[in-house]
């Protein structure tokens, strides 16, 4: 599977991205700085977490401007597969790829630990090697990830099983207590309505490979292998 | 001409930074203030010396980057 890895300036979850992809899943990685366009023949995009552009403005809204964000839209339209992780999903918000924005966290804190998260929805191409309401455990590490819509937006992607992830309970229960940062109906992560376009706050990649205690984010990007007929190629990893 | 633009959350949606000012704000003394709302204010030079197509342009500003119209509502003075 060959994928894109976007830089902006300020990302720093983009290394983390192409290790999981290319040394942990032995997949094809090309990091694209931001004022480049995509290269022909990607299957997937991803926007890796960060603080691009310092998170001036507000959390994304510079980067939506970002030369290589017209080739991500054309990119999208045309059905490729983009992935947005944590400042990636308020990037996709601010470009409109995805609906709804992100507020600052109702406790004003910036909030780094392992969360919760229920799979509402496992019949996609990022969700389809989980269970449908599995529990994953998957860190968050963010100041602004207060997900919020219009009702009438968030009556749609919820009719439209759009929306993906949900904070919960270890249990799997949906309570105010799981939700770490106020998001709207506990919100973690939503797709748009082609189910090609995820945005995600919790960060699988810190989260996928035995070494670092925890594998259960390994399971999106096995999803998204999944979707395109692959799987994980043997890691130069193995028998280290 | 320059513009100066007020942009703040629009009534209704939560802002956390209000609330916790509010609270020191009480804790201050200041038993009477209420619904703090907070935004931001920045001021733009407008190399143009017809006000209406400055103020056509720093509209389009406002609607394309400065101001998430979401959750934000805005609003500008041209001097």
Known sequence: MNIGVVVFPGSNCDHDCEYIFKDVLG?????????????????????PGGFSYGDY????????????????????????LVIGICNGFQI?????????????????????????????NAATRFTNRCESGQVLKIPIAHADGN?????????????????????????????????????????????????????????????AETLLGNEDGR?????????????????????? | MKAKIHVTLKQGILDPQGKAIEHALDSLGFK??????????????????????ADAQVKQMCEKLLANTVIEEYRYELQ
């Open chain 1, 27 to 47: 997949q094809s990685v090309k990091m694209i700085w931001h004022k480049d366009t995509l290269p022909a023949g990607l299957d997937a995009v991803v926007l």
């Open chain 1, 57 to 80: 403005l507000r959390t994304g809204a510079i980067a939506r401007f970002s030369p290589v964000m017209g080739a991500v839209k054309t990119f999208a339209r045309d059905g490729g």
């Open chain 1, 92 to 120: 996709l918000l601010e470009a409109g790829l995805l609906p709804g924005v992100m507020l600052r966290n109702t406790s004003l804190n910036f909030i780094c630990k392992d969360v919760y998260v229920k799979v509402e």
């Open chain 1, 147 to 207: 997900y919020y819509t219009d009702p009438v937006t968030l009556g749609g992607i919820k009719a439209n099983a759009q929306v993906i992830f949900r904070y919960c309970t270890a249990e799997g229960k949906i309570t105010p207590e799981a939700n770490p940062n106020g998001s709207l109906d506990n919100i973690a992560g939503i797709m748009n309505a082609d189910g090609n376009v995820l945005g995600m706050m919790p960060h699988p990649e810190r989260s």
């Open chain 1, 219 to 240: 399971l999106i990007f096995l999803s998204m292998l999944s979707a395109f007929g692959k799987s994980e190629q043997p890691s130069r990893l193995v028998g280290v």
């Open chain 2, 32 to 53: 009477n203030a209420a619904n703090v709302r907070v935004g931001k204010y920045m001021e733009v030079d407008v190399n143009e010396t017809d006000s209406a197509k």
